[in-house]
């Protein structure tokens, strides 16, 4: 296990201003028990996501791109039509042949030929803290493209059951290695996985926040195209954002550093997650973000 506060001192050779937000929504919601990406928060019934838009629109991110299930675009784009101007935003369906969605990875593929510029990649279910778009912001303006946003993992666990995170080996402040682990969870005052092994509170993590160039994506998805085209027969695996990262890391493709963020964060892998989630929806709407969100133009 790594401790301490990297920071991230990775730089591209072209510095740019432009970024964009991009927001993973195409889950089923298993765990849950339906799409939990278009649940109702706050006084406006807003979705969780949508206070990552304001955030990024106040941080002058550029555009918004949401990647759904096929069936959810009319939805979202009435509620983000209340606010969001037509050019700020772009949805786009992840098509797939089968049922359960090919994961995060397959998910940004879709991205390719559409954005080239550096972008945030975020989970529709999670709420990173106000600070996240803020931050990525202010990399690309230095010049930086590529981080890692990481969390502590005591905070971010579900008291309702086990849930997925992305352990990360963190060397000379420069993430080394991440590890999708699917079955994590307190037990008897323990963080354990699957396998019984344990992890300190403190020890970070991925939810699955990256700070990515645009040269990313057409490697992203020659990686997705092979992992469909050997696996195209199997109704359950998933190519997952982490494990692509990873096996690009090792092989000297991509370089990642690392930024820790506030404790701020909050999701809703199961229903039960819902009453603080929007408790604490609720206090930000009295601290942080307005009733009624200006039009982002």
């Not at 002058?60 to 675009?73: D, E, L, Q, R």
């Amino acid at each position: 296990m790594v401790h301490g506060k990297p920071e991230n001192l990775f730089l591209d050779l072209m510095p740019t201003t432009d970024i964009a937000l991009v927001i993973l929504a195409g889950g089923i919601g298993s765990r849950f028990g339906g799409s939990k990406q278009v649940q109702p928060f706050g006084m406006r019934q807003r979705f969780l996501f949508e206070y990552a838009c304001y955030d990024a629109m106040q941080a002058g991110f550029k555009k918004v791109f949401v990647v759904v299930k096929p069936g959810m675009s009319k939805m979202i784009a009435q509620q983000l039509d209340t606010w969001i101007q037509a050019h700020r935003y772009e949805i786009i369906v992840q098509e797939q042949s089968r049922t359960k969605p090919w994961g995060t990875a397959h998910a940004l593929h879709f991205l390719n030929g559409k954005w080239e510029a550096p972008f945030l990649v975020l989970n529709a279910d999670d709420y990173y803290g106000p600070s996240i778009c803020q931050r990525a912001a202010a990399f690309v303006q230095q010049g930086i493209h590529s981080a890692a946003l990481v969390y502590e993992l005591g905070p971010t666990l579900s008291p309702h059951g086990p849930v997925a995170r992305g352990l990360c080996q963190i060397n000379n402040q420069q993430l080394c290695a991440i590890e999708e682990v699917l079955q994590i969870q307190e037990e008897s005052g323990q963080i354990k996985d699957h396998d019984g092994r344990i992890f300190a509170s403190d020890t970070f993590i991925s939810m699955n926040a990256w700070l990515l160039p645009g040269s990313f994506l057409k490697k992203l998805s020659v990686k997705v195209n092979a992992f469909l085209e050997l696996h195209k027969e199997d109704e359950t695996i998933e190519v997952y954002l982490p494990r692509v990262i990873n096996e690009m890391i090792g092989s000297a493709e991509l370089q990642i550093s690392v930024a820790v963020m506030p404790a701020a964060w909050f999701g809703i892998t199961y229903a039960a997650d819902l009453v603080l989630a929007k408790q604490r929806i609720s206090e930000l709407e009295t601290s942080h973000y307005p009733l009624d969100f200006p039009i982002w133009i």
